[in-house]
């Protein structure tokens, strides 16, 4: 429920199954899953932003944030075009590389140690 209400304001595309991503997200703190949200709409923004560019021929820009809403209304009709194919939904990709750059806090350092046991050191093992 936390992840659905993160993702409210969200457009998701349908590939997206909330309830997967929610049970592969153990140990996020509701602060985690806000920022995965925000680190999955972000890559989504990212993925459209180069399809717009790259249909304009922008591509090599350095700073293409620094365009301005009149310059967007301007686009060619290419562009424009690709615009509306980079619809800038959020997908399951976009959840997945978010889960790359975002971790779970709540399990963080809590790493399990295992050494390594024989069958013979195993109390009460005939064997």
């Not at 140990?27 to 920022?35: I, Q, V, W």
């Not at 591509?59 to 009149?70: D, F, K």
């Not at 939904?89 to 046991?117: N, Y």
Request: glycine share 8%; proline share 3%; hydrophobic share 55%.
């Amino acid at each position: 429920d936390i992840l659905r209400l993160h993702c409210a304001g969200l457009c998701l595309s349908a590939d997206v199954d909330l309830p997967a991503v929610a049970a592969s997200c153990h140990g996020y703190s509701g602060a985690d899953l806000a920022a995965l949200v925000r680190e999955a709409a972000m890559h989504a923004f990212t993925a459209a932003a180069d399809k717009v560019l790259a249909a304009t021929g922008a591509a090599g820009l350095q700073q293409p944030a620094a365009a301005t809403l009149a310059d967007l209304d301007n686009l060619p009709s290419d562009a424009a075009a690709a615009a509306a194919a980079a619809d800038g939904c959020v997908t399951a990709a976009d959840f997945a590389a978010a889960m790359h750059r975002v971790g779970p806090s709540i399990v963080r350092g809590a790493a399990v140690e295992v050494s390594a046991v024989q069958w013979s050191e195993v109390g009460g093992y005939e064997g």
